[in-house]
């Protein structure tokens, strides 16, 4: 017999024996688990929900007891409610008990306890009814019908509970019962199993030892040390053993074959590790080097010594007037210290094929007149020259010439290939910290002419208000000479011509005062689009910087570029409050009386300016008094920047203690003689700071004034909050005061009327100056106060990616900013400097789905060239956003009119125009 039958024949009577095992281990134990599980998932489930049907029960009839003693104590909703929830509870349970009984008695019993609870369910809800009928007497009697069936049901649970219990005993000592001889089963069949192997095992043992034997001599014959030749294993039988001869022999070829090709892959990933090196020291330098030429230099001449390359050369991108050329940039080992030509174009020679190949190649057939490598003693043609592009996603940024004196190996090849996959990145990352040094050199300019321009602004606005005080002077004057000409009416006829030359003369003046102040709102419009148009870049390109977290700047330079937006943003708060002021003082600022809830606006109030007094460890608190009225009409945009202002000058100049507002009502004595309201709103804001000496409380409110010199040099500000806060007070009708101690604080008192009908018309004359009243209604306006076109509202994820944008402006700084960002969001940015080359832009580009129009450009303006655009029926549709520093009312609709979709005014927020875009983009 074989050792295969052998086997078989043991194995087999092995596993006969088992299988029998099995099977009635399998069969008792099932019984055993059907057993249990009729006592634990059936019986005690069935039994767990007859005792919560019966707990509910109780509960249920504890409740009625309660109110038959304490009556009209209850609540009957409550009642209600309680016994509502029982009753659920007893159904839901009723409903499972009834779908799980699978015995006759069981159903029985079940559908016995169902008709008493409905009985007993029925004399419930009559008790609720009673109950809430106030019929309090007849709820005993009401109750004691039902005892009897009430006690009949308690006995049909604990005898449906019995019942259970009783199943549950039964099966329970079947389950014994079978335990009991699965024992012996078990004990039976285990020991006869063992004898059986026992007895295979002995005759397998003696059978197969001897082969076994020759099966070891020929493995000690195995040198472990030398897998080279294997000794093989001779036996002649055809049993398994032979088989196992036969595999032993085929392993001891194979590992032969494996010590061959583990030789071959050692000497490969020694190449490995000579490329894995060598880029490592490559790569290195570029942390080194902030400078491209520097970083050039060093690249090739270790990348020729690296390669054994005797001819080198970097040729790197560059654009000029729309023309793409690569150009020499550094060399090694050449005449006169440069290798080749000076400049390659895309395609032109194989450098400039390489480029527009996008792929390494070697040529190894040079020709006769090629370029010669020089030393010393002689000249010499090289045998293979090898090109590589270096890319930086999908564009070639630089491109890589070798040539040596031997052909270039593939392990070569694939150093300069793992080389040049960092190597676009460390370029494009130098060329943009090089612009970045330039940009910060040309942002430190421009902010020092900024200054300069705002200096001059400051004094040129001086000098108008001095010119207008002059000319209300000379208007008193002509005044009084109008009243003198009253007195003596009976004169009248003798000096007539003298008073028609006088009135003549006033009314040249009030002409004189409406065209200064026309001038004047010119002048500021003007300087206004003058200073935001280099803000819009200052703005946007700092920000740029400190939200992109991939800019490779220093912490240092990142804090420098804060300090950058941070003097950008106060210079453009210089220009609203500047153009505030303006707007008070030809008595065109637009009034809005609305309802303020006083509720909300204290909230708002409180939690605007809590950050700020956690930061500066001061106490602040915004109270009301019970008295105040829930809502008041006013302008709450003027009120609230009143506040705004009152609140960042007592957080300025408090170095401890607290910060207060408080608002009451305010009492008759307090507010100025006003006879079309009795309603007024006081809101005192008080602080512990530095205070204000008596002689100065009336010159801070004043336009560009401060307490003094020594305030202006520690606390900074330009000193137009309380003079913008006293202006809107008295355009609201009301009033503002100071009550201040140097050294211990001071309280800025707001007295504003409640006016549901607005301000009256003799009210707006006294606060207006009556020379306002001709001037043009389109005055200046701040950006953040620019209305925009009703937008959808567009989530956040909507991309911009793989979009053409156009961008016509005629500032190269504004082009700038607006590529690079846009770029960033993955769009296709094509630029133009006046309208008409965005036509010829327009006509030349197949796709453009969004265009970025500025207004004030040269050649063409925007508006004349949406205009055009429109008129073109392709472009009916494309989205056109408006970009102008232009700050007057008019000029959005001018836009619109001229065919913009959108109109945004600068300096811009970046975020609000790619909002913008995104949605016109949808």
């Known amino acids: 017999m074989s050792f295969k039958k052998k086997q078989y024949l043991s194995l087999g009577l092995t596993v006969f024996f088992l299988l029998l095992l099995m099977f009635a281990i399998l069969f008792m134990a099932n019984v055993i688990k059907a057993n249990m599980i009729e006592i634990v998932q059936d019986r005690y489930y069935k039994v767990n929900q007859a005792l919560e049907i ?36 007893i159904q839901k349970h009723m409903l499972e008990l009834a779908s799980t009984v699978n015995t006759e008695q069981g159903t029985l019993l079940v559908k016995k306890i169902e008709a008493a609870y409905t009985s007993y369910n029925q004399m419930e809800k009559d008790f609720i009814q009673k109950l809430k009928d106030g019929e309090t007497s007849e709820l005993q009697e009401l109750y004691d019908s039902e005892r ?51 007895i295979v095992t002995v005759t397998l043992i003696r059978s197969t030892s001897k082969i076994i034997s020759k099966i070891l001599m020929g493995l000690d014959r195995i040198d472990y040390k030398n897998l080279s030749s294997l000794p093989r294993i001779e036996i002649d039988t055809k049993d398994e053993f032979g088989e196992i001869a036969n595999s032993f022999n085929s392993m001891a070829a194979s590992l032969e074959t ?68 690569y150009r020499n940039i550094a060399s090694y080992a050449g005449k006169e210290h440069q290798v080749g030509r000076a400049q390659f174009t895309p395609g032109a020679g194989l450098v400039g094929q390489c480029a527009v190949n996008k792929k390494i190649f070697i040529l190894n057939e040079i020709p006769n007149d090629y370029q010669v490598i020089t030393t010393g003693l002689g000249s010499v043609r090289p045998r293979s020259i090898l090109m590589a592009p270096v890319m930086m996603k999908d564009e070639v940024v630089a491109v890589i010439e070798l040539a040596s004196l031997e052909k270039f190996t593939a392990i070569q090849a694939k150093l300069l290939d793992e080389v040049l996959d960092t190597l676009g990145i460390a370029i494009t990352n130098i060329l943009g910290r090089m612009e970045i040094a330039h940009l910060l050199e040309d942002s430190q300019a421009k902010t020092e002419e900024l200054q300069m321009q705002s200096e001059e602004l400051q004094s040129q606005s001086e000098e ?124 065109k600022l637009e009034i809005h009386f609305e309802e303020v809830n006083l509720c909300e606006f204290t909230d708002s109030l409180e939690q605007s300016f809590m950050q700020f007094a956690k930061k500066k460890n001061l106490e602040f608190t915004v109270s009301s008094s019970v008295d105040i009225p829930y809502l008041i009409f006013t ?73 003094d010199g020594a305030t202006m040099r520690k606390y900074g500000g330009t000193g ?45 004359e006294t606060i207006h100056a009556e020379t306002a009243s001709a001037i043009d209604k389109d005055v200046l306006h701040e950006n953040e106060h620019l209305p925009s076109i009703e937008r959808e509202e567009v989530p956040s994820t909507a991309t911009l990616q793989e979009k053409t944008v156009l961008v016509v402006d005629d500032d190269h700084r504004n082009i700038y900013v607006l590529k690079n960002a846009l770029e960033k969001e993955g769009m296709h940015v094509l630029t133009a400097e006046n309208g008409m080359e965005c036509l010829n832009a327009m006509e030349k580009e197949e796709k453009i ?29 494309l989205p056109i956003i408006a970009l102008t520093a232009k700050a007057m009312n008019y000029d959005r609709k001018k836009c619109l009119e001229a065919g913009a979709s959108d109109y945004i005014s600068k300096p811009l927020k970046l975020d609000q125009l790619l909002s913008a875009m995104r949605v016109w983009l949808s």
């Open 720 to 764: 137009l909050g309380l003079s913008i806060t006293k202006e809107f007070a008295q355009l609201l009708g009301g009033v503002c005061k100071v009550e201040s101690e140097e050294g211990k604080g001071s309280s800025f008192t707001l007295l504003i009327p409640s006016l549901p009908e607005g301000l009256p018309e003799k009210g707006k």
């Open 849 to 877: 789905d969004i265009l970025l129009m500025d207004i004030m450009m040269p050649v063409m303006d925007g508006y004349e060239t949406m205009r055009r655009i429109r008129e073109l029926e392709e472009f009916a549709e």
């Open 258 to 325: 494996y010590n061959k090709n583990e030789t071959k892959y050692m000497a490969e990933i020694t190449e490995q590790n000579w490329i894995q090196s060598h880029s490592a020291d490559i790569v290195h330098l570029y942390s080194q080097h902030v400078n491209i030429q520097a970083l050039a230099t060093d690249l090739i001449n270790e990348l020729s010594n690296t390669l054994n390359a005797c001819l080198g050369a970097i040729y790197l991108k560059e654009d000029e007037k729309d023309k793409t050329f």
């Open 464 to 587: 108008l208000q001095s010119q207008a005080e002059d000319l209300q002077t000379q208007a008193e004057e002509l005044q009084m000479i109008n009243e003198q000409l009253e007195e003596r009416t009976n004169d009248a006829e003798l000096k007539s011509e003298e008073l028609r030359a006088a009135k003549e003369a006033l009314e040249e003046k009030a002409r004189e005062l409406m065209i200064s102040s026309k001038y004047k709102t010119e002048f500021l419009a003007n300087m206004s689009h003058e200073l935001r148009t280099p803000l819009n870049s200052i703005l946007l390109l700092s920000e740029m910087f400190i939200d992109d977290t991939n800019h490779g700047l220093t912490s240092e330079q990142v804090e420098f570029m804060k300090m950058i937006h941070s003097s950008g943003q106060d210079l453009l708060d210089l220009i609203n409050d500047i153009l505030d002021l303006s707007k008070v003082e030809v008595g």
């Open 148 to 198: 009897g069936n009430r006690d009949q049901l308690l006995h049909d649970f604990d005898e449906f509970i019995k019942y259970q219990e009783t199943l549950m005993d039964q099966s329970l000592e079947s389950a014994t019962s079978t335990h009991t001889q699965l024992v012996i089963v078990l004990v039976s069949a285990v020991s006869l199993a063992l004898i059986m192997i026992v």
């Open 635 to 707: 302008d709450e945009k003027r009120l609230r920047q009143m506040l705004k202002n009152l609140l960042s000058n007592a957080f300025k100049f408090t170095e401890e203690g607290s910060v207060s507002v408080k608002l009451e009502e305010a009492g008759s004595h307090e507010v100025p003689q006003f006879h079309h309201t009795n309603a007024w709103l006081k809101v005192v804001v008080a602080d512990t700071g530095i205070g204000i000496p008596a002689e100065k409380q009336e010159e801070i409110f004043e336009a560009f004034q401060q307490v």
């Open 54 to 89: 019966r707990r509910f029960f109780d509960q249920t009839d504890r409740q009625l007891l309660r109110i038959l003693i304490v009556k009209e104590e209850m609540d009957p909703e409550l009642v209600e409610d309680l016994l509502r929830q029982n009753e659920g509870g």
